[in-house]
């Protein structure tokens, strides 16, 4: 008799084996970010996440295809708070309603993202996984960019997808490099400088 088709949750990867049971999932997930924040850019081990969670190496494999899609799914269960996508007829409020709640949510999970990215740039599938919760991200954001290009509270010629370049690049700047705060005021700052008239 073959096993139940695994039921795939959207953040992560296909897997073979049996259903995974909800508790030891949660538990490694949550060792998974545990080690992960604190690991410095040190490589998470799948031996070090199966010891914290108390599984076995082979219980993580039949689940999971690669490390990175651990860690992956792992940052994306925390990051589960949903950013703000606001409607409200004004780009100035809608945009700095999203980005004082993604920068909130960065500044909550610093670690943890800088852990990933480290982990993205050792392996293939984090990597591959990384690209994809960043598109999500920017996706949300191009449409609520669009809205206020469409009533005209930016210029037709606005070039969007600069703009999310230069909103999420000072955002991986100040979590990856200078390490400075995320906060409310360099939301507000940062909206008052993209939606300013020329």
């Known amino acids: 008799m073959s096993p139940d088709p695994p039921h ?4 992560s ?7 995974r049971n ?8 949550d060792r998974a970010a545990d080690l992960l924040a604190r690991s410095e850019g040190i490589a998470v081990s799948i031996d070090a996440i199966a010891q914290a969670a108390g599984v076995s190496k082979h219980t993580i494999y039949r689940w999971w295809p690669s490390k990175g899609a651990v860690l992956l799914e792992a940052v994306v269960e925390r990051a589960q708070e949903e950013v703000t996508i606001p409607d ?12 004082a709640d993604t ?4 500044e909550r999970e610093g670690a943890l993202l800088r852990g990933l990215m480290a982990e993205a740039l050792r392996e293939t599938t984090a990597a591959q996984g990384m690209r994809e919760f960043v598109a999500a991200r920017r996706n949300e954001l191009r449409a609520l960019l669009m809205r206020g290009q469409e009533r005209g509270e930016l210029p037709a010629e606005t070039d969007l997808e600069l703009t999310m370049d230069q ?5 991986w700047y100040r979590l990856l490099i200078a390490q400075s705060p995320l906060t409310a005021g360099v939301a507000a700052e940062l909206t008052r400088a993209i939606t300013r008239p020329a």
Do not use: C, S, W
Request: glycine share 8%; aromatic share 8%; charged share 20%.
């Open 88 to 99: 409200t007829g004004a780009l100035a409020t809608d945009l700095e309603t999203f980005l």
């Open 8 to 11: 795939v949750p959207a953040a």
């Open 103 to 106: 920068f909130r949510a960065v």
């Open 13 to 19: 990867r296909p897997h073979t084996g049996r259903r």
């Open 22 to 29: 909800p508790a030891v999932r949660q538990a490694v997930l």
């Open 167 to 171: 909103i999420y690049g000072l955002m």
